[in-house]
């Protein structure tokens, strides 16, 4: 990740600034995120993540800077985003996974195939038939990675995934998530589980108090990382 303003990257923050009511949250943040990358948002509590996260999918909008991406018109449906508890409708499975196809148009045969294939991705084409609303937490949380990736967004953002599953349905959600990276979809996630960062992450960003400590690829973060702040962090949440 650089500075730098080329085609390829899809997503760039300039000189981000949030401070409802005269509370800052986040100050002069600067990032770029590169096509093709899988960057994990790491920092403590009330760091700033999930409000980043927020304004780089578009759900607030910052109090000062920009938010610039490759071609603007694209950005509505160049991105789905993943939260920590899933909403799903009254309906199948099936239907809920094509359901933003339905909303943008697709004709119904294609938008079928291309539920089917995301629900096989995630391991769930059997329970294609089964209403939503009664599957497990896990299951839910894979229906709505495969709603997302059934919409073949070039950047997926996810906010803590698997932060109220078991370590079984959380390390099914990451086999999803590296299953989508690999096909070549940009994911950029915020996570407090730093065995789930070892293994998905290729990029940190390190946010404390509001400001981005550091932006490096993973293996260095955890081997040895340049600020003080990360340091601690580490030290603090590693056994």
């Known amino acids: 990740m650089t500075a730098m303003k080329t085609a390829m990257f899809p997503l760039q923050l300039s000189g981000i600034g949030f401070a409802p009511s005269g509370t800052t949250i986040l100050q002069d943040i600067n990032l770029t995120i590169a096509e093709g990358s899988c960057t994990v948002i790491l920092g403590p509590n009330g760091a700033g993540k999930s409000v980043l996260?927020?304004?780089?999918?578009?759900?607030?909008?910052?109090?000062?800077?920009?938010?610039?991406?490759?071609?603007l018109e694209e950005r509505p449906l160049s991105q789905a985003m993943l939260?920590?508890?899933?909403?799903?409708?009254?309906?199948?499975?099936?239907?809920?996974?094509?359901?933003?196809?339905?909303?943008?148009?697709?004709?119904?045969?294609?938008?079928?195939?291309?539920?089917?294939?995301?629900?096989?991705?995630?391991?769930?084409?059997?329970?294609?038939?089964?209403?939503?609303?009664?599957?497990?937490?896990?299951?839910?949380?894979?229906?709505?990675?495969?709603?997302?990736?059934?919409?073949?967004?070039r950047i997926l953002f996810l906010d803590e995934p698997t932060a109220s599953l078991d370590p079984g349905a959380a390390r099914a959600i990451e086999s999803g998530i590296a299953a989508l990276h690999a096909a070549g979809i940009t994911i950029v996630m915020v996570t407090h589980h730093l065995g789930q960062a070892r293994r998905l992450a290729r990029?940190?960003?390190?946010?404390?108090?509001?400001?981005?400590?550091?932006?490096?690829?993973?293996?260095?973060?955890?081997?040895?990382?340049?600020?003080?702040?990360?340091?601690?962090?580490?030290?603090?949440?590693?056994?």
């Open 203 to 239: 990029d940190i960003v390190f946010l404390a108090a509001g400001r981005i400590q550091e932006c490096t690829p993973a293996h260095d973060f955890f081997r040895q990382p340049q600020s003080q702040a990360a340091a601690d962090f580490l030290k603090e949440e590693l056994p």
């Open 83 to 153: 939260f920590q508890r899933p909403v799903m409708l009254r309906r199948s499975v099936l239907s809920n996974v094509a359901y933003g196809l339905h909303v943008q148009g697709i004709p119904i045969p294609e938008a079928k195939r291309r539920a089917l294939a995301a629900l096989e991705s995630v391991g769930l084409q059997h329970l294609a038939d089964r209403p939503a609303r009664v599957l497990s937490g896990g299951e839910q949380q894979r229906v709505a990675l495969a709603r997302a990736a059934a919409l073949q967004p």
């Open 53 to 71: 996260m927020r304004i780089m999918h578009g759900l607030l909008a910052p109090g000062s800077g920009r938010v610039e991406w490759g071609s």
